[in-house]
């Protein structure tokens, strides 16, 4: 939604319907801010965040279950579908500029920094044993993505962006922690009617 002086704001709702094994109720919501404008250069903020839990067969799904003894294709020994919950909290901050190279052609950078909360728990039955592992994950992380936007038409635009985020992880009966960063490429085409 468009507010006065460019200001966006964004709900976004997934229901709780079931796909493919998985069952969202997620809420997000963000504010868009611009705070500089010349003819070169546009720059904004944007403050975000997003709750809610996503339930599903993510330990053991059906098709792995299928396999049944077999430890190439189950190799978790899973018994039944599982019913899994990932519950997740996140808000952010995220800075971005963008200029035109041309009237149908814009590149944009972001930098932004997010604080979370997660929450795994597994409800699954491996090798006749229930597992009720629960898993936590809090911190910051800091991210920047590079993309590109390019109108072909009045009616077609396209847009692909890079986005990184270094992920400091210790795995168990390590002493120190090793970066696994996560690098994303996503592309989108747009329709105006």
Same mark, same amino acid.
């Given at each position: 939604?468009?507010?006065?002086?460019?200001?966006?704001?964004?709900?976004?709702?997934?229901?709780?319907?079931?796909?493919?094994?998985?069952?969202?109720?997620?809420?997000?919501?963000?504010?868009?801010?611009?705070?500089?404008?010349?003819?070169?250069?546009?720059?904004?903020?944007?403050?975000?965040?997003? !709750? #809610?839990?996503? /339930?599903?067969?993510?330990?053991?799904?059906?098709?792995? $279950?299928?396999? +049944? *003894?077999?430890?190439?294709? %189950?190799?978790?020994?899973?018994?039944?579908?599982?019913?899994?919950?990932s519950?997740?909290?996140?808000?952010?901050?995220? !800075? #971005?500029?963008a /200029?035109?190279?041309?009237?149908?052609?814009?590149?944009? $950078?972001?930098l +932004? *920094?997010?604080?979370?909360? %997660?929450?795994?728990?597994?409800?699954?039955?491996t090798?006749?044993?229930?597992?009720?592992?629960?898993?936590?994950?809090?911190?910051?992380?800091?991210?920047?993505?590079?993309?590109?936007?390019?109108?072909?038409?009045d009616?077609? *635009?396209?847009?692909?962006?890079?986005?990184?985020?270094?992920?400091?992880?210790?795995?168990?009966?390590?002493?120190?922690?090793?970066?696994?960063?996560?690098?994303?490429?996503?592309?989108?085409?747009?329709?105006?009617?």
């Open positions: 939604m468009g507010l006065p002086r460019d200001v966006e704001f964004t709900l976004a709702y997934v229901p709780p319907v079931e796909l493919n094994g998985a069952k969202p109720n997620l809420f997000a919501a963000a504010v868009g801010v611009p705070f500089w404008r010349t003819p070169e250069l546009r720059m904004g903020v944007r403050f975000y965040g997003q !709750v #809610g839990s996503v /339930t599903g067969d993510f330990t053991c799904d059906g098709e792995t $279950v299928a396999f +049944g *003894v077999d430890p190439l294709r %189950n190799p978790f020994g899973c018994d039944s579908v599982s019913d899994d919950e519950r997740q909290l996140y808000v952010g901050l995220e !800075v #971005g500029a /200029t035109d190279l041309s009237a149908r052609v814009e590149p944009y $950078v972001t +932004g *920094v997010n604080r979370y909360s %997660n929450r795994f728990e597994t409800n699954a039955v090798n006749g044993t229930l597992d009720n592992s629960t898993f936590e994950a809090s911190g910051f992380t800091v991210h920047g993505t590079a993309g590109l936007l390019v109108e072909a038409s009616h077609v *635009v396209f847009s692909g962006e890079l986005f990184y985020t270094p992920l400091g992880v210790m795995r168990p009966g390590e002493t120190s922690s090793s970066s696994d960063g996560l690098l994303n490429g996503r592309g989108m085409i747009r329709f105006r009617f």
